[in-house]
Structure formats: structure tokens, C-alpha cells
């Protein structure tokens, strides 16, 4: 009888030590997401959630899809500014967007037309219309409503509100297009490598196109409260050099590029946070044909010649 007893204590004993072992296994377990003692994510995870969060939401959204386009060079202090305003304001008029900064990574001159051009061609299957947007340009005025562009252009920074330029027939700054209107212009002219003239040519495209330019109405804030124009011109100067006969070619409706003649390259692909808004960043590389515009590269010695030949003329 004792050595039974003996073997049953002894059993009973195994078993409870067996079962605070067990229980002290399972207490160190993970058994929720509020006691998970799981790595905490980094920076980039977090950064990558929001990014794909606001990229879903917007796209789940039934409005139109706006991308904005900002054809972009050394312009990183804008950007800061840009990115944060521009969102806050059209998520006051609850528009479905991404911005898309399109950096100029190759050597040539800055390119404004074909760096839209390339930036259209990336986007315009994801969305239905587009903004061409300086980045120096900030609208202040809530009545300026960035509104899908049913019935034709709709330009945002109209010549009796910019406060610069006040000609009729100015179109910069800020031009909204449906996917389907830029396609059937062929875009922008690819001839204009430095600063000007490359809005004024698509103009003239959208004129022949017969389609008409909307702007916005019942704004009284005039050319002083409308915009903010945050370019320094003394900091930034215009690249405004012209070489060989650019003067002269570019003076004309272009009938020739568009964007079925852009050549490109997209170098790398960024996504990125400025003050927590998503930005993406083409760093693109474009293509020069010398034949056509050797003026995307323009020195001394190329300057000499045209002044030279100019007074030949004469």
C-alpha cells in the first residue's frame, strides 16, 4: 500500500510540475495584437503604409482621378512648399489626386513641354485628367476649383488673375486637361528646350483642335491675393539663351513633335513623403536630336554663330 501511494504522489507531482511548465509557455506567447512583443516597424514601413494608404484611397474614390504634373529642375525649396499646400487645398474640395514631380535628370536644358509630354505618357492610364502645374505657382483663392475639365481646357491662373502675365491668349501656369483632349493634341510641342514660348505654341494647337479654354469665374481677389508666386528671379535665373535658329523655329506651330515623336527614359522611380503628402519622382532622362534642335545645348562658340549668320542675313 505504501509503495503505491509513493508511485501516486509521485505521479500527481510530475503532472503539476508539467502543467505550470506548459502554463509559462504559454503566458510568454504572443495571444494578442495588444500583448505582441513583435519588432516595431521602422520609419520606411510606416512611411510605405501611408503612401499606399492615400494612393488606395484616392483611387477608390468614384470622382475623376486628377494627376498633377510639375515639370521640375533644382527646385527642392518650392517642392517643400508646394507639396503641403496644393494638398491641403484640394482636399478641401475633396478631389481624388497624386502629385508627380517631374524631375529633368539628363544634361540638356530644362525642357518644360517634354517633361509633361513624358510625365502624360506615364500616368494617363490611371487617370482621367491632368493638371499641368508650375511649381512656383500656389492658388490662394478656394474659389479656384481644380473640377474635372468636361467641356474643354480649363485654365486655372487666367491672364486677369496671374500676376505676371496678363496677355488673352497666356495658358501657363496652372491647365487642366481631360486624358483624352491632351492625347488628341499630341501634346506639347519638344522643341522648346529653356525658358518660354512652349504654352504659347500649345495655344495654338487647342485653337486649331476647336477647343475652347474655361477659366474660372466670379473671382475678386485680382492678381495680388489669387496666387502666390513664390520664384525668386534673382536666385533662379530664366534660362532664356538663344542659340543656332531657335529664335526662328520656335516662333512656329510645330506640326511635326508631340508626343508621339518624345523619346525618354524613365531613370528611377521615387516615392516619397513632403510633410507627410505622398509625392512620386520621375527622375527622367530625355533625348536630344541635334538635327532637329541643337539648341538643346548651347555655348559661346553656338551663340557666335547665330549672331554671326543673323547679321549675314542682314
Given at each position: 500500500m505504501i509503495g503505491l501511494r509513493s508511485v501516486y504522489v509521485r505521479?500527481?507531482?510530475?503532472?503539476?510540475?508539467?502543467?505550470?511548465?506548459?502554463?509559462?509557455?504559454?503566458s510568454s506567447l504572443p495571444i494578442s495584437s495588444d500583448t505582441c512583443r513583435c519588432e516595431?516597424?521602422?520609419?520606411?514601413?510606416?512611411?510605405?503604409?501611408?503612401?499606399?494608404?492615400?494612393?488606395?484611397?484616392?483611387?477608390?474614390?468614384?470622382?475623376?482621378k486628377l494627376a498633377i504634373l510639375v515639370p521640375f529642375r533644382d527646385r527642392f525649396d518650392e517642392l517643400l512648399r508646394f507639396a503641403p499646400h496644393i494638398s491641403a487645398f484640394l482636399n478641401r474640395q475633396q478631389?481624388?489626386?497624386?502629385?508627380?514631380?517631374?524631375n529633368q535628370n539628363d544634361r540638356f536644358r530644362f525642357n518644360r513641354a517634354s517633361l509633361i509630354n513624358a510625365g502624360f505618357l506615364e500616368?494617363?492610364?490611371?487617370y482621367d485628367y491632368i493638371a499641368m502645374h508650375d511649381v512656383d505657382l500656389l492658388p490662394m483663392n478656394d474659389n479656384l476649383k481644380y473640377e474635372?475639365?468636361?467641356?474643354?481646357?480649363?485654365?486655372?491662373?487666367?491672364?486677369?488673375?496671374?500676376?505676371?502675365?496678363?496677355?488673352?491668349?497666356?495658358?501657363?501656369g496652372i491647365l487642366l486637361l481631360r486624358v483624352e483632349h491632351y492625347q488628341a493634341l499630341n501634346g506639347m510641342s519638344n522643341r522648346y528646350w529653356g525658358w518660354?514660348?512652349?504654352d504659347d505654341e500649345f495655344y495654338v494647337r487647342i485653337k486649331?483642335?476647336?477647343?475652347?479654354v474655361f477659366r474660372p469665374k466670379n473671382i475678386t481677389t485680382g492678381t495680388e491675393k489669387t496666387f502666390l508666386h513664390v520664384h525668386d528671379r534673382l536666385h533662379r535665373r530664366r534660362d532664356t539663351t538663344k542659340c543656332y535658329n531657335q529664335r526662328e523655329v520656335t516662333r512656329r506651330r510645330d506640326r511635326e513633335t508631340g508626343l508621339d515623336t518624345l523619346r525618354y527614359s524613365v531613370d528611377k522611380r521615387y516615392e516619397l513623403t513632403v510633410d507627410q503628402v505622398p509625392v512620386t519622382v520621375l527622375s527622367i532622362n530625355l533625348e536630344c536630336d541635334r538635327s532637329q534642335t541643337?539648341?538643346?545645348e548651347c555655348d559661346g562658340k553656338s551663340d557666335g554663330k547665330a549672331r554671326l549668320e543673323s547679321k549675314k542675313k542682314v
Open positions: 505521479f500527481v507531482s510530475i503532472i503539476v510540475l508539467a502543467s505550470i511548465g506548459v502554463t509559462l509557455m504559454i516595431a516597424p521602422t520609419d520606411h514601413d510606416k512611411q510605405h503604409e501611408r503612401l499606399q494608404s492615400s494612393f488606395l484611397e484616392s483611387s477608390a474614390s468614384d470622382k475623376p478631389i481624388p489626386f497624386h502629385i508627380f514631380v517631374l500616368v494617363k492610364r490611371r474635372y475639365p468636361a467641356d474643354g481646357p480649363l485654365h486655372i491662373s487666367g491672364p486677369e488673375f496671374h500676376p505676371k502675365y496678363h496677355y488673352p491668349t497666356f495658358i501657363g518660354g514660348l512652349e486649331e483642335a476647336g477647343l475652347e541643337p539648341w538643346c
